[in-house]
């Protein structure tokens, strides 16, 4: 797996007022793979069966590595599906 990783592009972007030309104000807000990840880890984490200590260093490394793995699959599924739903809508076309 030694592709490179999508970020999935960016949630809740913003653009700020602060005199600079347009689009030059823009902040991209958080990665959609750092979002998903962060909500995942937020369910590993409330999970007693998954968490275990989950302060103990060893443990909150593993448990934020499955967050970003989870993230990573979510982001590649959504890829796919709408690559499959384009098809399919191309392919009843016309």
Same mark, same amino acid.
């Given at each position: 797996? $030694? @592709?490179?990783? *999508? !970020? +999935?592009?960016?949630?809740?972007?913003?653009?700020?007022?602060?005199?600079?030309?347009? +689009?030059?104000?823009? $902040?991209? +807000?958080? #990665?959609?793979?750092?979002? %998903?990840?962060?909500?995942?880890?937020?369910? %590993?984490?409330? !999970?007693?069966?998954?968490?275990? /200590?989950?302060?103990?260093?060893? #443990?909150?490394?593993?448990?934020?590595? !499955?967050?970003?793995?989870?993230? /990573?699959?979510?982001?590649?599924? *959504? $890829? @796919? @599906?709408?690559?499959?739903?384009?098809?399919?809508?191309? *392919?009843?076309? +016309?």
């Amino acid at each position: 797996m $030694n @592709e490179p990783i *999508s !970020s +999935g592009g960016y949630v809740f972007p913003r653009q700020l007022d602060d005199g600079l030309p347009k +689009g030059m104000g823009m $902040n991209p +807000g958080i #990665t959609r793979r750092d979002w %998903l990840a962060g909500l995942a880890m937020g369910g %590993l984490v409330a !999970s007693p069966s998954s968490a275990g /200590d989950s302060m103990h260093p060893k #443990t909150a490394l593993e448990i934020a590595r !499955s967050a970003y793995h989870l993230a /990573d699959l979510m982001i590649r599924l *959504s $890829n @796919e @599906e709408a690559a499959d739903i384009e098809a399919h809508a191309l *392919s009843h076309a +016309g």
